[in-house]
T-cell receptor
Framework: GEDVEQSLFLSVREGDSSVINCTYTDSSSTYLYWYKQEPGAGLQLLTYIFSNMDMKQDQRLTVLLNKKDKHLSLRIADTQTGDSAIYFCAESIGGATNKLIFGTGTLLAVQP | DGGITQSPKYLFRKEGQNVTLSCEQNLNHDAMYWYRQDPGQGLRLIYYSQIVNDFQKGDIAEGYSVSREKKESFPLTVTSAQKNPTAFYLC??????????????FGNGTRLTVT
């Protein structure tokens, strides 16, 4: 079945780059997403990448996709304390619906 | 502003009672979804609806029911048959343009506590 895995925790210092990793199993995924969740809130879409791309850059965010290894990463440049949150990777198992399979989330802690 | 509204933000119920969580969207999206979030388990799909008057079970539908009488609204009822109802519930919606399903947009969630 489909499965998405992430490491649970990442700690970085303010100003450093953060790299959050994700692996997925469904090779037919059409889109892969990164969402951010702040405490007590819903999920905010950060960025997404189509499966035929290998990189997407959006301001401080860079997404890398290695389709052969089914590995997705999110790099946050110049990490700020406001970036502290849980980050979820999700794959779209698609077809006629937009059902997403989510990873367990990575808690990013930014130290001042 | 367009968005998804979930209410209430916090909900407390006694065991054995049914409870209904509200989700309203003004994004004109066709599809709506309910996810459950538990610590350390990510999000799991409960029910989804691609169009008015139609809905499908997700991965953990047992003990839940939904309705989709209006495009804007997708209420979730947590019944007394749900064994572990205490959780954070998230509603989402997505639209369709030229056959492409847009990313999911989420509401701010309802935290349900059953004692």
């Amino acid at each position: 079945g489909e499965d998405v895995e992430q490491s649970l925790f990442l700690s970085v210092r303010e100003g450093d780059s953060s790299v959050i990793n994700c692996t997925y199993t469904d090779s037919s995924s059409t889109y892969l997403y990164w969402y951010k969740q702040e405490p007590g809130a819903g999920l905010q879409l950060l960025t997404y990448i189509f499966s035929n791309m290998d990189m997407k850059q959006d301001q401080r965010l860079t997404v890398l996709l290695n389709k052969k290894d089914k590995h997705l990463s999110l790099r946050i440049a110049d990490t700020q304390t406001g970036d502290s949150a849980i980050y979820f990777c999700a794959e779209s198992i698609g077809g006629a619906t937009n059902k997403l399979i989510f990873g367990t989330g990575t808690l990013l802690a930014v130290q001042p | 502003d367009g968005g998804i509204t979930q209410s209430p933000k916090y909900l407390f119920r006694k065991e054995g009672q049914n409870v209904t969580l509200s989700c309203e969207q003004n994004l004109n999206h066709d599809a709506m979804y309910w996810y459950r979030q538990d610590p350390g388990q990510g999000l799991r799909l409960i029910y989804y609806s691609q169009i008015v008057n139609d809905f499908q079970k997700g991965d953990i539908a047992e003990g839940y029911s939904v309705s989709r009488e209006k495009k804007e609204s997708f209420p979730l009822t947590v019944t007394s048959a749900q064994k572990n109802p205490t959780a954070f519930y998230l509603c989402a919606s997505s639209g369709t343009a030229s056959g492409y399903n847009s990313p999911l947009h989420f509401g701010n969630g309802t935290r349900l506590t059953v004692t």
